[in-house]
Each structure stands twice: as C-alpha cells, then as structure tokens.
C-alpha cells in the first residue's frame, strides 16, 4: 500500500525529523478503532484496499455490538441474515429496534430470531429492546421470548417503551430467569424495565410481578418506574438479591400509585447494607406526591428533577421546595443531583421565586457534605454564578467536601463563565445530554 502518513510533530520536534509511515503499518488496534466509527458498507470498502486493512476487518471486537432495525423489508432480512452467518460467533451485545408492527415486521423478525438460535456459537452478554410498542403481536413476544430463552450467557436486559400487557410483560421477564436443561443459569446482573408495561396497566398483579422479580438472584442494578415498585416486590428483591443487590434507578413520570414507607426502607437497608437509589422526577409533581416517595430511610444518593412534559408549568419556586426537601431529609446521603428545565424557566426582573431558588441551591451545597456532583441546567444570573463560585471555593479548602459544579448556561457564552468563574465547569446544552446519559 503506498499511502503514508506523517506523524505530527510535537512544538520541541522539526516536521523534518519526524518518520513518513506507511498506513499499513498502523499497529491493529489503532486500525480497529477507526474501522469501530464506520458502518458496515464503508467497513467493507476500507477492507478492501489491502490485506492488513482486510485482516483488520475480520477482527471479533468490530462485531461484538451490533444494532438491529426491524422495518420487514426482505433485503434487510438477508443483510441480517447474512451478519449472523459471518459474525455470530462474535457477537456479545444486541440492540433490537422496531418500527410500527405489522405483517412484514412479525415476518421479518421471526425469521431473524430462528436464524439467530440455529447460531450455535452466538453468546449474548446483553441485549437491549426499543420501542416495541402496542398492539405488540403475540408471535413477536413469542418470538423474543423463544430468542431470550437460548441465551444462558445474559448478564444484561434492557426493554424501553415496549408497553407489553401484564401477561406479555411476565412472559418476557420468565423467559430471562427460566432453568434450561443442559444450559447453565443466567446470571442478569442488570435489568431496566422502562414503560415495560401498557401504560393502563398501573395495576398490574403486584404479587404475581414480585414472585417473578424473586427470580433474579443475582441482580445488581435495576431501573424501573416507581409504580412497579412496592413493599412486596422490594421485600421479595432484598431477599433474593440481599448479597447482590447494589442500586435502584426509579422514575417518576406518572402519579405516585403507591409508595413504600421509611420503616421499609430501614428495614431494606439493614438487610442489604450497600444499596443506593436514584429517584429521576420527569413531570412536576406537587411536593405532597414525590415526598410520599422520597421518604427518609431511603438510601437516596442521585436525584434528577428533568421536567419533560409538553405542558409545563414548572416555577423557580417549585425548584427550591423540591431542593430544599432533599437538603433537609437526605443530607447524609445525597450525592449527585441534576436540574434541567431551562426550556421552561426563565430569568426577568418579575421571575417569581427567583431569590428561593438561589438560596436552595447555596443552601444545598453548604449543607450536603457527601455531594459530589450538582448539574444546573436552568437559567441563572451573573450574581448567582458569584455565590456558587464563592460557596464551591470555601469546600474544596477540605478534601472530604471535594464538589464539581456543572453549569449549562445559554444566555451567558461558555468562554466567559470560564474566564470569570473558573472552579465551575459549564457545558453546551449538547455536551450536557451526553454528560447527563453517561452518568445518569
């Protein structure tokens, strides 16, 4: 291959005195990372040009993740086809996707899942399910259960917005938990059941639920909306996962429907000592609904108040109750907490609440010693952004009350919070969402 490369120099190296590289020389694991940001077709362009790239191409890390979009076209069925043929032994991470089911999508991913359980090498390590919404077709629960079944390898499941009718919903999850005869047993470590079930379904069977929650013996992490989550199914997780148990992510984006006491909470957490919570509040709910939730007792470390509703009507005094709440039952314990309603709230001479919210937020950070983390995404003035950079200097003076602040700010340009209040980090609404996937 005659294309080369030269490496840049460093400000003490002359351009000269540097090596012209051939690209072929790349070591492989360089190579690999580039070929991981390409899509299949320009994979198999980029293979083509010589036999290191090629060799590079038929590495197992490029395709031990993979997406999967169900559209029931028969030329995506042979693509689909024809990967797991090729590349099945290596695959450890399915996402499945799908588009409104119909005829062609029932079709398309039946077949899918019969080609995938004739691989016989194939060992999932997790698999995620998208937007499986209803009417869901009872061949394609059928069909997922049957795929999830000859997975024995299964640490991880993750189902977002796929609205199954109580009796689907169990299916699936007993499928992921059932002994096979001749296989080992899976071990899910991780679990997320967002809007796992039909959004009528608020009272789905909570005993039938919690005894088949009870069958996860190994789990770790598990997310889920709050109101599949009572006394029963909490009791029935910290004692099958008493030794495993390690973190709850519940969601609140509907009215509370029930609720577990502090007593609970006590009790759980004496029985399963490492665990921790994190609550994310997605609509604006009254301070008498999210305090039935948020109880002391609870092992609360993360909280995220993101107000995602069409119809907001969230005000800045709304946010310095809820701040103030979490400062006064959970300053023991909490450690990260997110605000995002920038879309919603904003700053004027009359802005109602204003001067509250301020003092909850410095109020948060004087009094939360474990805090580590606090993400604002809402709008705020010069003088605040002062009174958080005074607050935040005076606790990085003691080691134990080390605190990044993140401040997202649109109305005031990135380069000039840097310039004037150094210890803050201030992100890009873009940065932030990503910052914010990661981490909550």
């Given at each position: 291959m005659s294309a080369r490369f030269t490496v840049r120099p460093t400000p003490e190296e002359r351009p000269q005195d540097l090596p012209?590289?051939?690209?072929?020389?790349?070591?492989?694991?360089?190579?690999?990372?580039?070929?991981?940001?390409?899509?299949?077709?320009?994979?198999?362009?980029?293979?083509?040009?010589?036999?290191?790239?090629?060799?590079?191409?038929?590495?197992?890390?490029?395709?031990?993740?993979?997406?999967?979009?169900?559209?029931?076209?028969?030329?995506?069925?042979?693509?689909?086809?024809?990967?797991?043929?090729?590349?099945?032994?290596?695959?450890?991470?399915?996402?499945?996707?799908?588009?409104?089911?119909?005829?062609?999508?029932?079709?398309?991913?039946?077949?899918?899942?019969?080609?995938?359980?004739?691989?016989?090498?194939?060992?999932?390590?997790?698999?995620?399910?998208?937007?499986?919404?209803?009417?869901v077709v009872a061949q394609m629960v059928r069909a997922l259960c049957s795929l999830l079944k000859r997975?024995?390898?299964?640490?991880?499941?993750?189902?977002?917005?796929?609205?199954?009718?109580?009796?689907?919903?169990?299916?699936?999850?007993?499928?992921?938990?059932?002994?096979?005869?001749?296989?080992?047993?899976?071990?899910?470590?991780?679990?997320s059941i967002r809007e796992f079930f039909e959004p009528r379904t608020l009272d789905i069977s909570l005993k039938t639920f919690s005894e088949v929650m009870g069958r996860f013996p190994s789990l770790a992490f598990l997310y889920l909306d709050q109101h599949y989550l009572c006394e029963v199914v909490l009791d029935k997780l910290i004692t099958g996962c008493?030794?495993?148990?390690?973190?709850?992510?519940?969601?609140?984006?509907?009215?509370?429907?029930h609720a577990i006491d502090s007593h609970t909470w006590s009790l759980a957490v004496q029985r399963c000592p490492s665990l921790t919570v994190t609550v994310r509040l997605e609509v604006n709910l009254l301070l008498?609904?999210?305090s039935r939730v948020l109880v002391e007792s609870m092992p609360l470390t993360r909280v995220v108040l993101w107000d995602m509703s069409e119809t907001c009507n969230l005000t800045f005094a709304d946010v310095a109750r809820f701040l103030g709440y979490v400062s006064d039952i959970f300053f023991?314990?909490?450690?990260?907490?997110?605000?995002?309603?920038?879309?919603?709230?904003?700053?004027?001479?009359?802005?109602?609440?204003?001067?509250?919210?301020?003092?909850?937020?410095?109020?948060?950070?004087?009094?939360?010693v474990p805090l580590k983390k606090l993400f604002l995404s809402i709008p705020l003035k010069p003088e605040t952004l002062d009174k958080l950079s005074r607050v935040l200097a005076s606790r990085l003076q003691n080691e134990m009350k080390r605190l990044e602040v993140i401040v997202v700010e649109e109305q005031i340009s990135q380069g000039y919070i840097e310039t004037r209040w150094p210890a803050l980090r201030v992100l890009s609404h873009d940065e932030f969402l990503y910052d914010d996937y990661k981490n909550f």
């Open positions: 012209v590289v051939p690209w072929d020389a790349l070591p492989q694991e360089a190579l690999a990372t580039v070929f991981s940001y390409l899509c299949d077709e320009d994979r198999l362009e980029a293979s083509l040009a010589c036999k290191a790239w090629h060799t590079v191409f038929r590495m197992a890390c490029l395709w031990r993740r993979r997406s999967f979009e169900f559209r029931g076209t028969k030329m995506q069925q042979g693509c689909y086809d024809g990967f797991l043929h090729e590349h099945g032994q290596h695959l450890q991470h399915m996402i499945l996707e799908f588009d409104k089911p119909n005829t062609a999508v029932v079709q398309c991913f039946e077949a899918f899942v019969a080609t995938t359980n004739k691989c016989a090498a194939l060992r999932l390590l997790s698999i995620k399910v998208r937007l499986l919404c209803c009417p997975q024995p390898m299964l640490q991880e499941a993750d189902f977002f917005f796929c609205e199954f009718t109580h009796n689907e919903g169990l299916q699936v999850l007993k499928a992921l938990t059932g002994d096979l005869p001749l296989m080992t047993r899976r071990n899910i470590i991780s679990l008493a030794q495993t148990l390690r973190h709850l992510d519940i969601v609140m984006d509907t009215t509370v429907v008498e609904e999210y023991n314990t909490i450690e990260e907490v997110c605000l995002k309603a920038e879309t919603f709230l904003k700053v004027d001479d009359e802005a109602e609440g204003y001067l509250e919210m301020e003092k909850a937020v410095v109020n948060l950070m004087e009094t939360c």
